[in-house]
């Protein structure tokens, strides 16, 4: 048997003990009871091993933004493969991650134009973090070190990341967390907000908040606010119309650096590169990770505002000026796989297109208003989220059902946050493709009514 033929071979058998994987953010016992199983992929679908098309609604996990397995891509990685398997980012470096990164830096807003890269979005959110830290420190202003996130957000799971994370789950099993942090309240209120296509009109004023917490703690103390311009992982909260703005007048106001994490955001999924462009706001960092190279390859990273890096370029040249990096920082592989991406993106136009189709994604959606047991949607770019009564035996249980029901029955994979249900398709999804996947989320939502 070729080598080739052995690999297939070990794709297609179904595993025979699904014990030692400990599956992350999963029901493990339920899933090994009985799995939801995925061996290939393309395009806007993926295939069981018993070759079932389920249609992707979410991207994998919010990266796939080019769809699956895309020729192009699939070839940049085989190629930079055979040529250059590793190079160490540690005092060497390799062609493909600086082109990867003026790519970057040419797409980002202002003057964002230097790139550390990462393998994940966590690690993207650490580096922002520490960043901002020793910027501070540098700067001779040690003593700014408080951290601001905000109830509801995510920033993935590294401990800087749960500390300035507002999700109760992701950190109540976690100990003390970093010391110094606060945080500023949600933007959501679904009294005033219910059913809102875009940003909704209110919720501007929630950003004072910063006031308050620079008024206790003061300026002095405080290094840097981090958010997602829009929240994702809770349950997808778009900012409220000029929340941002005012987020960004506050910082300025009092010397705090403001960092959006893009992980979700960024690359397409709101119909710009990056949603800070969108909503004409300039953040002094922006992390990113996953639809940089659409989840082919873990990479992510972090866009710093050159006087950021130009504070830490300073010394004898032999020093380091920065002591943080991770061994795959700007892997070959990674940084080959998001320039075919980012290639795609533009010969496709697929944030254009995004863009294009956003109202009647945006409608499409909002014909879902009226099922039974929705409360709410909420939908911008080529996102939405459903929030469905939570029946009374428990809290979750009911999106879990449409999940696992979409998957077996319906041929659609959905993401769920408790008994919210997000929809985040590639960016690469057909007209005929948006009607199909609210055909399959009704019938899903018909399903545990
Ligand atoms: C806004 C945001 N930040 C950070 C992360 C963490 O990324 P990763 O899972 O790659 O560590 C995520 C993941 O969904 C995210 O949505």
Redesign the pocket.
């Known amino acids: 048997m070729s080598l080739a033929q052995d690999h297939q071979t070990r794709r297609d058998l179904s595993p025979n003990d699904l014990e030692a994987w400990w599956l992350p953010f999963t029901a493990n016992r339920a899933f090994k009871k009985n799995p939801r199983m995925i061996s290939r992929a393309k395009d806007m679908h993926y295939i069981t091993p018993d070759g079932k098309q389920i249609l992707d609604a979410v991207a994998g996990?919010?990266?796939c933004n080019a769809g699956h397995n895309r020729q192009p891509i699939v070839e940049a990685i085989q190629q930079q493969a055979a040529e250059l398997d590793f190079s160490p980012a540690f005092q060497f470096g390799h062609p493909t991650a600086f082109a990867l990164a003026s790519r970057i830096a040419a797409m980002a807003p202002a003057d964002l134009d230097h790139v550390f890269f990462s393998?994940?979005?966590?690690?993207?959110?650490d580096t922002a973090l520490k960043i901002a830290l020793a910027y501070w420190n540098v700067r001779g202003q040690g003593q700014k070190t408080r951290l601001i996130g905000r109830e509801r957000?995510?920033?993935?799971?590294?401990f800087g990341?749960i500390s300035v994370?507002g999700i109760v789950n992701n950190r109540k099993f976690f100990g003390g967390l970093l010391t110094g942090v606060d945080h500023m309240p949600h933007t959501y209120n679904r009294q005033e907000q219910a059913f809102t296509k875009g940003e909704p009109e209110w919720g501007a004023h929630l950003a004072d908040d910063l006031e308050r917490i620079v008024t206790l703690h003061d300026a002095s103390t405080i290094a840097a606010v981090i958010i997602?311009p829009m929240?994702?992982?809770t349950g997808v909260l778009p900012p409220p119309k000029g929340y941002l703005k005012r987020i960004r007048e506050i910082c300025d106001k009092h010397g705090i650096l403001l960092i959006f994490?893009?992980?979700?955001?960024g690359f397409g999924r709101l119909g710009h590169a990056f949603a800070a462009e969108r909503f004409g706001v300039t953040p002094d960092m922006i992390?990113f990770?996953?639809a940089v190279n659409s989840g082919t390859v873990?990479m992510?990273g972090v866009i710093a505002r050159k006087g950021i890096y130009d504070t830490f370029m300073k010394g004898p040249d032999h020093a380091i000026e920065l002591f943080h990096g991770y061994t795959y920082s700007g892997h070959p592989l990674a940084a080959a796989a998001a320039l075919a991406t980012l290639d795609l993106y533009r010969d496709e136009k697929l944030f254009e297109r995004t863009k294009a189709v956003e109202s009647r994604w945006m409608d499409a959606v909002m014909g879902l208003k009226g099922l039974p047991n929705v409360l709410d949607i909420r939908t911008i770019g080529l996102v939405a989220a459903i929030d469905l009564a939570s029946i009374p035996d428990g809290v979750g249980r009911r999106a879990y059902e449409a999940m696992d029901v979409g998957f077996r029955e319906h041929g659609i994979m959905l993401r769920i946050t408790a008994d919210t249900i997000a929809l985040t398709p590639p960016l690469i999804i057909s007209d005929n493709q948006i009607d199909e996947l609210i055909e399959k989320v009704k019938k899903c939502i018909l399903a545990v009514a």
């Open positions: 996990l919010w990266c393998n994940s979005g966590s690690e993207a959110v957000g995510y920033h993935g799971v590294g990341g994370g997602e929240a994702g992982s994490d893009e992980v979700i955001s992390c990770a996953k873990p992510g």
